[in-house]
């Protein structure tokens, strides 16, 4: 699609999660019809609001600060102001704007700011673990004779622990 309307004279751009390919390969988005992109570039990166690194078109844009320990540079924010940017640019033309955000994903993890201030506190420190909880809680809307989870499939629970 991005193709056929960057061939249309639309100014195109992607900002947020990419998996269609790394940089450099076909699958890449300034391949597939993005004049900007800025973002993930990778499925396991995709699953970090505080990555080590967003890619800049094809400039792997290194975050100073970020690792599993330490959260500097919240990466949802940064797309975000890049996807602006791009609008307040490319106001007066058309263009095409396609934005795949990972909130919410994988980490449940967020800036300490006030949102966070606001609830923290207010809920258990335990952690929950989707095996005991997924089995437990019901499905919204189904029948009582099959609203619960059946059981984590052995291989599916051995997946997720590596």
Known sequence: MATLLQQAGYVTGAFGKWGLGMVGTTGAPDRKGFDQFFGYNCQRQSHRYYPTH?????????LEGNDLQHKVHYAPELIQE?????????????FFLFIPVVLPHAELQGPDDEWFKMYDGKFLKRPIKATTMARKAPLQGMPPSISHMPPMRAWFRG????
């Open 54 to 62: 967003l890619w800049d078109n094809d400039k792997k844009v290194i």
């Open 82 to 94: 890049k996807a602006l940017a791009f609008i307040e640019a490319n106001q007066a033309k058309p």
């Open 159 to 162: 997946w997720m622990l590596t």
